[in-house]
């Protein structure tokens, strides 16, 4: 069986203090592809709350530029979680992303929901289909972790403890899930960028498979159709699959950053000054 590297020096590290350093080891070294996964699906979640995919689809960035909104969003978060937020990429990608938002009346109540995403879906989906599971200090250093970010945003009233800000999401999803017309564009949207990233002749399989990794409540939120229970079967299991093969193989001896991939709207490298939406064109006499 697989032994994580890193886990024993995760074990021994504080999930307050040493929080960047723990989520930093455990996404590069051991759940690189699991947490890209699970915060794709958590885009999904947070646009099934009409506030939040309404602002999103009257900025016009879904119809104009999905791509890039998705490979600036993927970035910001991978280099905050390989470098962290006290890291001089850390704090340069925080001032990007603070400068996106910042054009915005976004809800408080609003970025504190999707701050709490980010928290909480790779640890549910570590649960489903970790090859090991988080152990107590990667899911308190997850906590810490975002929390502070959630501070340097300027989000206010962020929970001060794991169970608190758990509450909060659930209760947040139960209260403002709903189906709304701007959900159905940004979520059909957001599902045609992820199909567009497989070849044309496997698109209609890969479709259902993508509803059945769908819970109700988000599918209701989207009007999106319910997949068979076969077909929800056929994808849990090849997942579950994955981790038991995982298990059998040796381990990442190499950290694997996601930040530095080569993505399909910057195939030539970036800045991080290139993440964003376009500035407004100024003119000088």
Known sequence: MAKSPVLDEIQQLDPVRDCQRIVSLSNTYDFSFDVARSLEFALFRTYCVPS???????????????????????????????????????????????GMHRRFAIDN??????????????????????????????????????????????????????????????????????????????GQATLDLFLSWYPKAIRPLVRPAMYAMMDEAILRAFDFPRPSKTMRRLVEGALRARAVGLRMMPPRRRPHFHSKRRSKSYPKGYHISDLGPPRPSTQTE
């Open 52 to 98: 939040i995919s309404g602002l999103l689809d009257r900025t016009g960035e879904f119809a104009a530029r999905p791509q890039k909104r998705y490979d600036d969003t993927d970035l910001i978060v991978s280099i905050l979680m390989e470098h962290g937020y006290e890291s001089d990429r850390g704090k340069e990608a925080l001032r990007a992303m603070n």
């Open 109 to 186: 109540g609003d970025y504190l929901y999707v701050l709490s995403t980010f928290v909480f879906e790779p640890i549910r989906w570590n649960a489903r289909f970790g090859w090991r599971g988080y152990v107590e200090q990667e899911r308190l250093a997850m906590f810490h972790f975002w929390r502070e970010v959630g501070k340097r945003m300027g989000i206010k009233d962020i929970p001060e403890d794991y169970p608190a800000f758990e509450q909060y999401n659930v209760a947040y999803e139960r209260e403002h899930f709903r189906l709304a017309e701007s959900n159905v564009r940004i």
